[in-house]
Structure formats: structure tokens, C-alpha cells
């Protein structure tokens, strides 16, 4: 694959959350009068839109659900944030990316003022042009939205550029941009999941995502 610009999801993709944002649900359900003691149950709220999974999952009204994340973010940015781990693999593969002359970013529907913390706690930092993601008022929480913004800020071209990521939201976010998307099957979503958003690639680990760019 000779793209010369890479955007790269965050949570399942470049790291594993699992234990910081599951940790962080609970605690926001719990503040909503909910226990939820089984933190597998809340593996779902990893990649989509916080606001979103509320509603989907829980059947939150809009206000409710943003009562919610406002919750999760208690414990989030102070605990959750660091309960998370990179996946291995992934500084050898960025750093063999960039020694091939590419261009590499992030995109993630994470706050971007959480995703520059995680970026740098776990010094991910210096292999990115830049990092972005949404607004903590909810703003391109959507991956389509993100990605079209993204894309037109830093003037990329849709031929020379492709979206990695590990559930359907970051594949069809790119689709809808008209860029060409590899679903990795490390992360967070299921093979039916990924399959059925049809992505131009799935690579089940790092070192067949690494092993796809010659």
C-alpha cells in the first residue's frame, strides 16, 4: 500500500482502554442510579460516540445521556485516562511508516484534549503531524464529520490517503469521505462487525497491519 497519509483511530487501534473506559461507564451509570458490576457488559461503549451509547445501550434521553458523559468524565480525567495500555508493536510500526517518507495522523471521536494526554503519556506524540478529535461539547463526535474536517484542514488528497481503524464507525467514516479504510481485528470490533461495514483491508494483529505496508 504506497498511501502517503495514514489516519489512525485511537482507542483500539493505537492503544487498549479497556479497563479506563469500562471503569469510567460504570461510574457514570452509577451515578445515574444504576449498578453495573460486570465491566465486560460495557466493553460496547469502546469506539462510538459516548452520548450515542448511553441512548443505544441504556436508553437514555439526549440530556440524560449527556448528564452521563459529563459523569464519565469525572473519573476519566483523573483516573480512567491512565488505565489504558499501547498495544504492542505499535511504536515499531509507526516509526517504519515514517522512515517511508508518510504522513501519519489521528483521528478519534475521543476529546481531542483527552486524546493529546493519551498520545503523550504513552510518547506516541512525535510520529504525528497532529492529533484530532472531537469537542467536548460533542462537536464531530462523528467519524464522517471528523475525518471530512480533518482531511480539508490539512489538505489531503482522498486518492493518497486511507483510514485505519477497528470498528465500523471508523470505516464507514471514511467511506463517506470517499477514502479507501483497513479495519484491524485486534481492537474492539467483532469480524461481523467489521466485515459487514466492507473495508478495503482487515488485518487481525499489528504485525499483519505492519506487514501491509511494503
Aim: glycine share 8%.
Amino acid at each position: 500500500m504506497k498511501y502517503s497519509n495514514i489516519l489512525f483511530d485511537l482507542d483500539g487501534t493505537l492503544t487498549d482502554p479497556k479497563t479506563g473506559i469500562t471503569k469510567s461507564v460504570q461510574y457514570a451509570l452509577a451515578k445515574a442510579g444504576i449498578s453495573e458490576p460486570d465491566l465486560q457488559k460495557l466493553v460496547p461503549f469502546i469506539g462510538p460516540p459516548l452520548h450515542q451509547s448511553f441512548m443505544d445501550f441504556y436508553g437514555f434521553t439526549e440530556s440524560r445521556a449527556w448528564e452521563a458523559v459529563n459523569a464519565y468524565r469525572e473519573y476519566f480525567r483523573v483516573t480512567g485516562i491512565y488505565e489504558n495500555e499501547r498495544y504492542t508493536g505499535i511504536p515499531e510500526l509507526l516509526t517504519a511508516l515514517l522512515s517511508q517518507g508518510r504522513r501519519l495522523f489521528v483521528a478519534t471521536s475521543k476529546p481531542k484534549v483527552f486524546a493529546d494526554i493519551v498520545i503523550r503519556h504513552f510518547e506516541l506524540d512525535p510520529y504525528f503531524t497532529a492529533v484530532y478529535g472531537s469537542e467536548l461539547d460533542g462537536t464531530r463526535t462523528d467519524k464522517a464529520e471528523l475525518i471530512r474536517y480533518l482531511v480539508e484542514e490539512q489538505q489531503l488528497s482522498t486518492t493518497d490517503t486511507i483510514m485505519v481503524g477497528d470498528r465500523k464507525h471508523d470505516i464507514i467514516g471514511a467511506q463517506k469521505n470517499g477514502l479507501p479504510a483497513i479495519a484491524v481485528g485486534y481492537g474492539y470490533g467483532s469480524t461481523q462487525e467489521l466485515e459487514q461495514a466492507l473495508p478495503d483491508y482487515i488485518f487481525n494483529t499489528v504485525s499483519e497491519l505492519h506487514a501491509g505496508f511494503p
